[in-house]
T-cell receptor, first 111, second 110 residues
Framework: NAGVTQTPKFRVLKTGQSMTLLCAQDMNHEYMYWYRQDPGMGLRLIHYSVGEGTTAKGEVPDGYNVSRLKKQNFLLGLESAAPSQTSVYFC??????????FGPGTRLTVT | GEDVEQSLFLSVREGDSSVINCTYTDSSSTYLYWYKQEPGAGLQLLTYIFSNMDMKQDQRLTVLLNKKDKHLSLRIADTQTGDSAIYFCAESTGGFKTIFGAGTRLFVKA
């Protein structure tokens, strides 16, 4: 039982490049989330999903897209990376009305 | 809108008690959580309390909830160097939405 896993762990992009972050969970959770963590700002919700095939915008969705084609996977895409997207990205999952379980994070640097 | 506030730093000596405080604004919060984040890792749930409780104790951890003042605290007894981490307070009204504080970085001096 791996819990929540994220791929990759680190990535460096040049401005304008694109990439996809993959999140996978093996706990059969309905809800999945993408957050970014910046110093002194806690966690900010980018997008979330309440079930397979559904996604919704969170607090800071601009510049990101997501897809949830399978219940266990939640993908976060950056179409044209900007330096402001340098951050640590965390994926999480939860059952309905329960605590969230987090992945180990992806550290992204955009130069 | 909803907000969760915490102080950013706390420093204690090994063996002392640590108290991390948090205030929140949403009076309809159902669950209140404490998460721990160690360096280079994701957040892990430490403990949680339902909004209809005043206190919860779990080994070295004690959570106190003052609903009137919307104040939550986490007390760690006999703090160890392994407790050095960032502690996040979070509130949820149920369903999918959870609001996190900015985190309190706990330093434990040997």
């Amino acid at each position: 039982n791996a819990g929540v896993t994220q791929t990759p762990k680190f990535r460096v992009l040049k401005t304008g490049q694109s990439m996809t972050l993959l999140c996978a969970q093996d706990m059969n959770h309905e809800y999945m989330y993408w957050y970014r963590q910046d110093p002194g700002m806690g966690l900010r919700l980018i997008h979330y999903s309440v079930g397979e095939g559904t996604t919704a915008k969170g607090e800071v969705p601009d510049g990101y897209n997501v897809s949830r084609l399978k219940k266990q996977n939640f993908l976060l895409g950056l179409e044209s990376a900007a330096p402001s997207q340098t951050s640590v990205y965390f994926c999480a999952s939860s059952s309905i009305d329960r605590e969230q379980y987090f992945g180990p994070g992806t550290r992204l640097t955009v130069t | 809108g909803e907000d969760v506030e915490q102080s950013l730093f706390l420093s204690v000596r090994e063996g002392d008690s640590s108290v991390i405080n948090c205030t929140y604004t949403d009076s309809s919060s159902t669950y209140l959580y404490w998460y721990k984040q160690e360096p280079g890792a994701g957040l892990q749930l430490l403990t949680y309390i339902f909004s209809n409780m005043d206190m919860k104790q779990d080994q070295r951890l004690t959570v106190l909830l003052n609903k009137k003042d919307k104040h939550l605290s986490l007390r760690i007894a006999d703090t160890q160097t392994g407790d050095s981490a960032i502690y996040f307070c979070a509130e949820s009204t149920g369903g999918f939405k959870t609001i996190f504080g900015a985190g309190t970085r706990l330093f434990v001096k040997a």
